[in-house]
């Protein structure tokens, strides 16, 4: 199964907000940082937001600072992104991801490790 389970995600009027959450699926395990991405058709996987669990260090796209908040769970098994001032232009499929390294660009789509299957955003005006 997915190791990853994402859900929040619909339909939102543009300017509304949408909480997304992501949680392990039938096992546990450690996460070095976990990830939030985004993909729209026709268009790369493109990234959204990160934490670093262990310290809970922060990173967003510079196209998201100020709309979307990550932030994650006490025992680290799960990860939220609060998305607010939404805009149609934010309508994808979003997923969460995890790091299981020590070291890793956590920017970068290639440096994760495990993936849920999404959760559809859509934004309309």
């Known amino acids: 199964q997915v190791p990853l389970v994402e859900s929040g995600g619909g339909l939102v009027q543009a300017g509304g907000s949408l909480r997304l959450s992501c949680a392990a699926s039938?096992?546990?395990?450690?996460?070095?940082?976990m990830g939030w991405f985004r993909q729209a058709p026709g268009k790369e996987r493109e990234f959204v937001a990160a934490?670093?669990?262990?310290?809970?260090?922060?990173y967003y796209a510079d196209s998201v600072k100020g709309r979307f908040t990550i932030s994650g769970d006490g025992p680290r098994n799960a990860v939220y992104l609060q998305m607010n001032l939404l805009k149609p232009v934010h309508t994808a499929v979003y997923y969460c991801?995890?790091?299981?390294?020590?070291?890793?660009?956590?920017?970068?789509?290639?440096?994760?490790?495990?993936w849920g299957q999404g959760t559809q955003v859509t934004v309309v005006s």
């Open positions: 934490i670093r669990c262990s310290v809970g260090s922060t």
């Open positions: 039938g096992r546990t395990f450690s996460s070095y940082g």
């Open positions: 991801a995890s790091d299981l390294k020590a070291t890793s660009i956590l920017e970068i789509p290639a440096d994760y490790d495990l």
